[in-house]
């Protein structure tokens, strides 16, 4: 079945850091990648997606390239900012008949001043 | 924009009370959801709902009922509270089924049983 691998966090950097948060997938065909956002006491949002391999998805100065070829859609910033302590989403979408999102375990980044 | 709304926000229940959440959404969206999600995990899907009156079991559905009795409204009802119903609670909803299509979150319910 689908399934989908985060790195484990608590990821901690200081301010202006170079982000990456890995995340691979295992899914048949092409499914659509994700990442979402979660702010402390808050609902999850849409960062930024890609619907097809090698597509690059980017929001907010964040980026992630669709890889097929190592099943992979892993989230980079390169300069983070006090505001990105976030817990950040990896998910999956398959494209045969699939409603749901599978979801990675989530990786709490904190940015240190 | 209110987009997706859910209440209350905040709940303590007693193990063997019943309670109903409540999750409303302004953008005509076909598809609901209801999620929970624990510590260290994603999120786990509940139930959903692919249109009005039509509801399905998600991954883990037990000791949680759902209704969708108007298609902006999806509510999930928990009979007999367990402890191990503590969670965060949210509910989303998308336009159709898509795969590429965006799934909007509402802010989440925290819930505790005792």
């Known amino acids: 079945g689908n399934s989908v691998t985060q790195m484990e966090g608590p990821v901690t950097l200081s301010e202006e850091a170079f982000l990456t948060i890995n995340c691979t997938y295992t899914a048949t065909g092409y499914p659509s990648l994700f990442w979402y956002v979660q702010y402390p006491g808050e609902g999850l949002q849409l960062l930024l997606k890609?619907?097809?391999a090698d597509d690059k998805g980017s929001n907010k100065g964040f980026e992630a390239t669709y890889r097929k070829e190592t099943t992979s859609f892993h989230l980079e910033k390169g300069s983070v900012q006090v505001s990105d302590s976030a817990v950040y989403f990896c998910a999956l979408r398959g494209m045969y008949s699939n409603y749901q999102l599978i979801w990675g375990a989530g990786t709490k980044l904190i940015i240190k001043p | 924009n209110a987009g997706v709304t859910q209440t209350p926000k905040f709940r303590v229940l007693k193990t063997g009370q019943s309670m109903t959440l409540l999750c409303a959404q302004d953008?005509?969206?076909?598809?609901m959801y209801w999620y929970r999600q624990d510590p260290g995990m994603g999120l786990r899907l509940i139930h959903y709902?692919?249109?009005?009156?039509?509801?399905a079991k998600g991954e883990v559905p037990d000791g949680y009922n759902v209704s969708r009795l108007k298609k902006q409204n999806f509510l999930l009802g928990l009979e007999s509270a367990a402890p191990s119903q503590t969670s965060v609670y949210f509910c989303?909803?998308?336009?159709?089924?898509?795969?590429?299509?965006?799934?909007?979150f509402g802010e989440g319910s925290w819930l505790t049983v005792v």
């Open positions: 890609a619907t097809k």
């Open positions: 709902s692919v249109g009005e009156g039509t509801t």
């Open positions: 953008m005509n969206h076909e598809y």
């Open positions: 989303a909803s998308s336009f159709d089924r898509a795969s590429g299509n965006t799934i909007y």
